[in-house]
T-cell receptor, first 109, second 115 residues
Framework: RKEVEQDPGPFNVPEGATVAFNCTYS??????FFWYRQDCRKEPKLLMS???SGNEDGRFTAQLNRASQYISLLIRDSKLSDSATYLC??????????FGAGTRLFVKA | DAMVIQNPRYQVTQFGKPVTLSCSQT?????MYWYQQKSSQAPKLLFH???????NEADTPDNFQSRRPNTSFCFLDIRSPGLGDAAMYLC??????????????FGSGTQLSVL
């Protein structure tokens, strides 16, 4: 079993749609959780941290379920510019930060 | 602006010819990482430095080495590149001043081609 697993997609959605991604992690002792965005041939960039209470940043909402060991990302009112790969990132403790393989999103006009 | 800088952006080397990738940071972060990312795959952690302490991942091949001469600079040395080492190499930093590992700051990466 991979340490961090994501549905690779791709997700093809029209502008204005709501789309949700899920991610599961294997290590129950994991401490920190993040969503990163990566554009083609570019470096990953932090989208948002994920907190136990859930958090929202504009059109983006992240949730953490420690009991089931999954995190989610919800994007509302999708824009063309949201097209990218979304990486689920988990800190397993210490400085061991593990990335999922990413979920590809295509938003179409 | 404080940042993480990787040079070069693109690197071409020959099979078996040693190559060095460089990374510098102005964030004064105490932790520096090297990740390898192949096409459509997750970034894979190769190793990290916590200050001067080097920490190698168990499955990182011996062909990959690293040096951190000071806080600002970190190098990735590939002693004998093979065709399978062609990838994007990402340098990242983080700070643990708060006592926990915080988010990673990435450089723009070096795309390595092996001929």
């Amino acid at each position: 079993r991979k340490e961090v697993e994501q549905d690779p997609g791709p997700f093809n959605v029209p502008e204005g749609a709501t789309v949700a991604f899920n991610c599961t992690y294997s290590n129950s002792a994991s401490q920190s959780f993040f969503w990163y965005r990566q554009d083609c041939r570019k470096e990953p960039k932090l989208l948002m941290s994920v907190y136990s209470s859930g958090n929202e940043d504009g059109r983006f909402t992240a949730q953490l379920n420690r009991a089931s060991q999954y995190i989610s990302l919800l994007i509302r009112d999708s824009k063309l510019s949201d097209s990218a790969t979304y990486l689920c990132v988990v800190n397993m403790g210490g400085f061991k930060t593990i990335f999922g393989a990413g979920t590809r999103l295509f938003v179409k006009a | 602006d404080a940042m993480v800088i990787q040079n070069p952006r693109y690197q071409v080397t020959q099979f078996g010819k040693p190559v060095t990738l460089s990374c510098s940071q102005t964030l004064n972060h105490n932790v520096m990482y090297w990740y390898q990312q192949k096409s459509s795959q997750a970034p894979k952690l190769l190793f990290h430095y916590y200050d001067k302490d080097f920490n190698n991942e168990a499955d990182t091949p011996d062909n990959f080495q690293s040096r951190r001469p000071n806080t600002s600079f970190c190098f990735l040395d590939i002693r004998s590149p093979g065709l399978g080492d062609a990838a994007m190499y990402l340098c990242a930093t983080s700070s643990d001043e708060g006592g926990t590992n915080e988010k990673l700051f990435f450089g723009s990466g070096t795309q390595l081609s092996v001929l």
